[in-house]
């Protein structure tokens, strides 16, 4: 398993929506991601920058790569565009993040 971390912008006044529209997340993309090795995905919100930190857990095998030619995964960030910075295809404006710190378990 791999964890991977990106950051992405939400406009201003949408969290709300954001997480109202999370809440009620496809069924058919839930399982695009998993199919495509996503096992834990967590998004978090610094309200002051409107930036939106995503942690994601994916296994060695995954096909993420694959999910932007996936009809349901275009029709998110559709969906998405009117309330989160996208570039011109509609997919959120991402930049990931570096790993610095990592505190395991002593187990």
Do not use: C
Request: aromatic residues 10%; proline residues 7%.
């Amino acid at each position: 398993m791999e964890t991977i971390a990106f950051r992405m912008v939400l406009n201003p006044g949408m969290r709300d929506e954001y997480e109202r529209r999370h809440a009620a997340i496809w069924p058919e993309l839930a399982d695009a991601l998993h199919e495509a090795g996503v096992r834990d995905y967590r998004i978090f919100l610094d309200p002051a920058t409107h930036h939106l930190f995503a942690v994601l857990t994916r296994t060695a095998d995954h096909t993420m790569d694959r999910l932007p030619q996936q009809a349901i995964m275009r029709k998110w960030w559709d969906y998405m565009a009117d309330i989160m910075q996208t570039v011109p295809d509609h997919s959120p404006v991402q930049q990931a993040l570096e790993p610095v710190f990592h505190l395991k378990s002593p187990d």
